[in-house]
């Protein structure tokens, strides 16, 4: 487990606040603008160790890595293309489908990660001018 420092506890602070993902730069950007001189390197590698210690998410969102403050444990995200909002989301399907699959090929304790991509209703609303 690493240590607590005053810039993970910043990190962690500052990602609690944003609303829905993140970039690490936004992240960065934004404990610039309440005064931090922490640096984007530190701030990378702080969310990195939050990941791993399930405290945020990452997912990557076109060809970047985003992150948020999340409720340990594991689940999946559904996340709307368009806007971004991310409902955490139970799937029991896939917790059965990915055991099964492991089995099936005689690997045991089978991890994985899954998001779901889509358009929420808000933007479907948007886009088709209702």
């Not at 701030?43 to 890595?65: C, F, K, Q």
């Not at 368009?82 to 409902?87: D, M, Q």
């Not at 059965?96 to 779901?116: I, K, M, N, Q, R």
Request: a negative charge; glycine letters at 6%; hydrophobic letters at 35%.
């Amino acid at each position: 487990m690493k240590r607590n420092t005053k810039q993970r506890d910043d990190v962690r602070e500052a990602l609690k606040t944003q609303d829905g993902f993140v970039s690490a730069q936004e992240l960065h950007q934004a404990l610039k603008n309440e005064g931090s001189s922490i640096g984007l390197a530190t701030v990378y590698r702080t969310l990195t160790a939050l990941v791993d210690s399930s405290e945020a998410d990452s997912l990557t969102r076109g060809s970047e890595t985003v992150y948020r403050a999340c409720d340990p444990g594991h689940h999946h995200h559904l996340v709307c293309r368009e806007c971004g909002i991310t409902i955490e989301i139970a799937a029991k399907a896939i917790e059965s489908w990915a055991t099964e699959v492991a089995a099936e090929y005689g690997f045991s304790t089978p991890e994985h990660l899954v998001d779901v991509f889509g358009v929420c209703p808000a933007c479907q609303k948007t886009s088709t001018g209702n």
